[in-house]
C-alpha cells in the first residue's frame, strides 16, 4: 500500500509520462505499461500523467479514464509518488476529475490553470481555490505561461501557498529562477518543482526548488544530477548537466518537437512499441534522427 505523501514529500525527479500509441495512432496499452514499469526501475522519486508531455489534448475522456486506471494500478505498491494532471478549463468539471483521480488512489493531482477565452484572474483564481478544496492531497498548480498564454504574479502564487497546505507549485515560466526567488521570498514554506526539461534544474535547486519534472525517456540522467546535488558533489552535477543541455536546450526550441524525440528515444531504447504522435505533430529530420543515436551513445542509454 502507497503511504499517505504530505507536499514537501513531492520532490526529486518526477518524469512526465508518456503517451505511446500504435503506428496507426491507436492507444497501446501494453507499451504503457511497460514505461511505467521502466520507470519505477530507474530511481525516480514520482512519475505524473496527463502533462503536457503526455499529449492530454489528443486523448479522449475514455482514453483518459481507462489510462488513469491502469496508471494507478501498474504502480501500485512502487516506491514512487503517483500524480496525476486536472487539465479541465470548467471548474465544475475539474473539481469532478480531481475527485475522481483522488478516489482511485493517486498519491497527488497536478493542476493546470484554465486559460482558453482569456478568463479573469478572479476566475482563474477561484479556479484553483476549488480544486484545492476538492481534495486532501497534494496538488501541484502549474506556472507555464509561455504554453498558456496566462500570467500569475509571484505574489498572486505565494497567496496560493498561504492558503493552501497542501498546494506545491510547478514553475516553468522561461526563465524560472528569478520568479522562483521572489515567489519563495513571499512564501517561504512553500515546495517548487521545475519543468522545461530540466534546462534550469541546477539554477532552481540552488533557488529552493525541490526537484525537477522533465519527460520520461532519459530519467536515468536526471536522477544521476539530482544524486550528485543531494550529495554535494556541485562539480559533478554541473559537469554532467553541461553535457546534456545543448540536445535539451534545442530540443525545446517547440513543445512537440521535444515530445516527438523523447517518444523516439523510448522506442530506441526498445521501452515503447512505436514513436507515433498524434497529430499535428513534429516531423523529425535526418539530422535529428542522428542526433538522437549520438545521444543515446554519449549517456549510454
Known sequence: MNKHYA???ICGVNPIVAMPFTSSGELDEGSFVRLLEHLATTQVQGATLFGIASEFPKLD??????LAQLFVSTLAGSPLYRAMSVTDHST?????????YASLGVDALMLLPPFFLQPSPQAIQEHIFAVLEAVDIPVMVQYAPGETGLSISPEQLAAVATRYPHAVFKIECNPPVEYTREFLAHAPQACVLNGYAG??????????????MPGCSFSEIYVRIYRHWQ????????ALHLTLLPYIQRWMGHCEYIIQV???????RNIIASDYCRHPGWALTAEDNKLIDTFIADFQL
Do not use: H
Not at 92 to 100: D, P, S, T
Not at 199 to 212: D, H, I, R, W
Not at 231 to 238: F, I, N, S, V
Open 262 to 268: 523523447e517518444k523516439t528515444i523510448l522506442q530506441r
Open 92 to 100: 465544475e468539471v475539474a473539481v469532478k476529475r480531481a475527485r475522481f
Open 199 to 212: 534546462l534550469y534544474m541546477l539554477q532552481m535547486l540552488a533557488a529552493g526548488g525541490k526537484g525537477v
Open 7 to 9: 507536499a514537501l514529500d
Open 61 to 66: 475522456d475514455r482514453e483518459r479514464d481507462r
Open 231 to 238: 550529495r554535494g558533489e556541485q562539480a559533478l552535477a554541473e
